[in-house]
């Protein structure tokens, strides 16, 4: 069982940044993708971003392209999502999930592990 620990959500205005980190309990490395999805109060789980044991394979959802950037450090078992020029409509509980299958991908349901979330309040 991994154990997902996300960390850094808060209250920021628009346009500002927040950096989110993901805590994993076991070896990242073995976890082959890693990603970032959100949901928001009365909407579906949504990517944000995912992508490989080296992120040089990456997905990430419409609305956070050229904004959102995922990497993740495997030594330290840690994922990383930086969201600049934040707007109002990313307010959302963002969702830490992993899998150890091979192949990346942006549903869900495919993703074997969650932490709890952590919230990101974007004000206007």
């Known amino acids: 069982q991994v154990q997902l620990v996300e960390s850094g959500g808060g209250l920021v205005q628009a346009g500002g940044s927040l950096r989110l980190s993901c805590a994993a309990s076991?070896?990242?490395?073995?976890?082959?993708?890693m990603g970032w999805f959100r949901q928001a109060p009365g909407k579906d789980r949504e990517i944000v971003a995912a992508c490989n044991w080296s992120c040089d394979f990456t997905v990430y959802g419409d609305s956070v392209k050229g904004r959102f950037t995922i990497s993740r450090h495997n030594a330290k078992n840690t994922l990383y999502l930086q969201m600049n020029t934040l707007e109002p409509e990313d307010t959302a509980v963002y969702l830490c999930a992993a899998r150890s299958r091979v192949g990346l991908s942006a549903r869900p349901y495919e993703y074997d592990f969650w932490g709890q979330g952590t919230q990101v309040t974007v004000s206007s």
């Open positions: 076991a070896r990242t490395s073995s976890m082959y993708a």
